[in-house]
């Protein structure tokens, strides 16, 4: 098991920026994948940003150029800083990790940007 906590969400106007963290425990020595995933208002999940052990990242085209993923493998830890954030970024925001095959998720932290 992997437990996967997040921190760093709020309000913030268009334009702004914030910075996400999010600390994993337990069975984290298998882990191959981190990411970060939206859940916008009425809308699915969906993966904006993640990074391989590698280190090569991906991002889903309405994040890229603004949005950069991090990973501090000495703390165990995963950012993700947001620039320029729109109104259309706003939702609940998930820590995830793939260990072995299986996909871990955080609880989330809301992100709400005003216009």
């Known amino acids: 098991q992997v437990q996967l906590a997040e921190s760093g969400g709020g309000l913030v106007q268009a334009g702004g920026s914030l910075s996400l963290s999010c600390a994993a425990s337990?069975?984290?020595?298998?882990?191959?994948?981190w990411g970060w995933g939206r859940q916008a208002p009425g809308k699915q999940r969906e993966l904006v940003a993640s990074?391989?052990?590698?280190?090569?990242?991906n991002y889903v085209d309405s994040v890229k150029g603004r949005f950069t993923i991090a990973r501090d493998n000495a703390k165990n830890t995963v950012y993700l800083q947001m620039n320029s954030l729109k109104p259309e970024d706003t939702g609940v925001y998930y820590c995830?990790?793939?260990?072995?095959?299986?996909?871990?998720w955080g609880q989330g932290t809301q992100v709400t940007v005003s216009s």
């Open positions: 995830a990790s793939r260990s072995r095959g299986v996909m871990y």
């Open positions: 990074i391989t052990s590698d280190g090569t990242r």
């Open positions: 337990g069975r984290i020595f298998n882990i191959d994948h």
